[in-house]
């Protein structure tokens, strides 16, 4: 069984900074990604880390300011959002599955998804 819980959003002013957690109750899906879903919009891969080898991919869109991580030994991925800007404010998800298909993350290569935590950022 997989589950996993994210934490870590909330209210901040363009510039600001936020570290959001997923924990993950499984050790057998080596992909993670984090997604973000802004009202009106689909679902967009803003990053994904293989857990074993740490390989990571990051949006366009957010390079440069997020840096996604993990820590094993706790078996929780992190996603560092830095210089946060008004449209950054969205859902964000956390997802996971047993090995990553494409370099690219997409929501439908992935089977378990977390309750999502709320960012939102002001101007």
């Known amino acids: 069984q997989v589950h996993l819980v994210e934490s870590g959003g909330g209210s901040v002013q363009a510039g600001g900074s936020l570290r959001l957690s997923c924990a993950n109750s499984a050790y057998n899906t080596l992909c993670m990604g984090w997604f973000r879903q802004a009202p009106g919009k689909e679902r967009e891969g803003v990053a994904r880390?293989?857990?074993?080898?740490?390989?990571?991919y990051v949006a366009d869109s957010v390079k440069g300011r997020f840096t996604i991580s993990r820590d094993n030994a706790k078996n929780t991925m992190y996603l560092q959002m830095n210089n946060l800007k008004p449209e950054d404010t969205a859902m964000y998800y956390c997802?996971?599955?047993?090995?990553?298909?494409?370099?690219?993350?997409?929501?439908?290569?992935?089977?378990?998804w977390g309750q999502g935590t709320q960012v939102t950022v002001s101007s």
């Open positions: 880390i293989v857990t074993d080898t740490g390989s990571t």
């Open positions: 997802a996971a599955e047993a090995i990553c298909f494409q370099a690219v993350p997409k929501a439908a290569d992935f089977r378990y």
